[in-house]
């Protein structure tokens, strides 16, 4: 018998091993909010900044273009903003 597939990633997803050592600093050493106006936030803010710069060279967009989310329901509720606000103002 094979072993079996997994089909469950909708609910939990396995972390790439290069993932987590990237991360690791952000959760042990870093952890400051890159979005808040303190000392702890400016370490986690750079990096954020070069995710962002890396993610949009790889895409092929401007940094400004790429929204990360803490989840797809996250991306989703964006994507739906982004849209109602164009058919808004679309003549």
Not at 23 to 34: D, I, K, L, R
Not at 47 to 74: I, N, Y
Request: charged fraction near 20%; include cysteine.
């Amino acid at each position: 018998m094979s072993d079996p597939v997994y089909l469950g990633h909708n609910a939990t997803t396995p972390v790439d091993p290069r993932v987590t050592e990237a991360a690791m600093p952000y959760w042990t050493e870093f952890f400051g909010n890159p979005s808040s106006d303190h000392p702890y936030a400016e370490q986690p803010r750079r990096a954020l900044a070069a995710a962002r710069r890396a993610v949009a060279e790889l895409v092929g967009a401007r940094p400004g273009e790429v929204v990360f989310t803490a989840s797809p329901d996250g991306g989703l509720d964006h994507g739906c903003q982004q849209r109602d606000r164009c058919a808004a103002t679309d003549p």
